[in-house]
């Protein structure tokens, strides 16, 4: 789509701050007022809309497609979005662990078990954590806990956490971002670790690159939105 508007502004709006453009306010897809809970997060999402050159590209616009799930996806169907993102809580990343070598079963216990130990203290959530191929069946307790993490997150929180566990595979990284425990950086070092350790010893692949850029961009927007979001 090319650009239509010249000016982006913000202005107050009766559930906190909407975007304009060219003084007519932004609606989302499905046809809600682009309007956001805090100044700084609506002021961000207007620095992404002013940067747009000649083409709009959505791709380059990650707080702005957060805030159109929260807004589109989260607000009309919260119990079915939560219920999506609570799902990873059975085959979290961090508790799907290597059998070998050493050195990699190593890297996951020093950097994975401080969060899971986090989740444990936080929510109550004692995962359990397991080697090889064969799913990991997860306390049901622990499962019921991290859906009430969930369901204690507002909209705007709950869609970044929705990003972020998407991103990472994994429920409690994401809880972990949304709650400000880690910042989108090592939420991304954390979420590649595996795929890293194969890297020191095969090698780059150039897919993997892009993959991995895409998770690393979609866990600081994440982040950054799940910040800017507080009121």
């Given amino acids: 789509m090319k650009r239509f508007y010249t000016g982006v502004n913000v202005r107050p709006h009766r559930e906190g701050f909407e975007i304009t453009l060219d003084g007519r306010p932004v609606r989302t897809p499905r046809g ?20 747009q050159k000649a083409e709009i590209v ?3 616009m990650p707080l702005t497609q957060i805030a159109n799930t929260a807004l589109d996806r989260v607000s009309p169907n919260r119990e079915s979005f939560r219920a ?13 662990r290597a059998e070998a070598p050493a050195d990699l079963v190593r890297r996951q216990e020093d950097q994975w078990d401080p969060l899971l130990g986090w989740a444990a203290e936080r929510y109550g959530a004692r995962l359990a954590v397991g080697a090889g191929v064969m799913p990991i069946a997860q306390p049901i307790e622990a499962v019921a806990a991290l859906e009430t993490a969930l369901a ?41 670790l595996d795929e890293v350790w194969q ?15 895409a998770i690393a961009a979609e866990l ?6 799940a910040r800017l979001s507080r009121r």
Avoid: K, Y
Avoid at 32 to 51: D, G
Avoid at 175 to 188: C, N, P, S, T, Y
Avoid at 220 to 225: E, I, T, V
């Fill in 220 to 225: 600081s927007a994440a982040a950054r939105f």
């Fill in 152 to 192: 204690g997150l507002d909209d705007w929180t709950l869609a970044a956490a929705g990003v972020a566990t998407a991103a990472s595979e994994s429920l409690v990284l994401a809880l972990a971002v949304v709650e400000d425990r880690i910042g989108g950086e090592e939420a991304f070092a954390l979420a590649v």
């Fill in 58 to 60: 959505p791709a380059a």
């Fill in 32 to 51: 809600h007022p682009l309007a956001l809970p805090t100044e700084a997060l609506a002021a961000a999402v207007a620095a992404e809309w002013e940067a």
């Fill in 84 to 96: 999506s993102v609570a799902a990873f809580g059975r085959s979290d990343l961090l508790c799907q």
């Fill in 199 to 213: 890297n020191e010893r095969w090698g780059e692949d150039r897919e993997a690159v892009a993959r991995r850029n």
